[in-house]
């Protein structure tokens, strides 16, 4: 098992595909990665990191609750693996 920052690649195309969700649900909503990561307390570079089509960045319920609450979605649209 290939483990990078503690995660596995078990749950990798989920962690994209929910960053990827959050990006395309921002720019939706007219928002930069700057303000959305202001409204939710978190840095924009991190939000950066878990928008990235690239990377797997683990975020906490928490976070994704928040993230969620200010995209004013349901937390559960975020990690829909439909189309949005």
């Known amino acids: 098992?290939?483990?990078k920052n503690g995660l596995s690649d078990k749950h990798?195309?989920?962690?994209?595909e929910t960053g990827l969700n959050i990006g395309h649900i921002r720019r939706k909503r007219g928002l930069t990665q700057e303000q959305l990561a202001e409204r939710v307390?978190?840095?924009a570079g991190f939000l950066g990191q878990?928008?990235?089509p690239n990377m797997a960045t683990n975020i906490s319920l928490s976070t994704l609750f928040e993230i969620a609450a200010a995209l004013n979605v349901p937390a559960s649209?975020?990690?829909s693996?439909?189309?949005i």
């Open 1 to 3: 098992m290939n483990v």
């Open 12 to 16: 990798k195309d989920e962690l994209i």
């Open 41 to 43: 307390g978190i840095s």
């Open 50 to 52: 878990i928008e990235a």
């Open 77 to 79: 649209r975020l990690i």
């Open 81 to 83: 693996f439909e189309n």
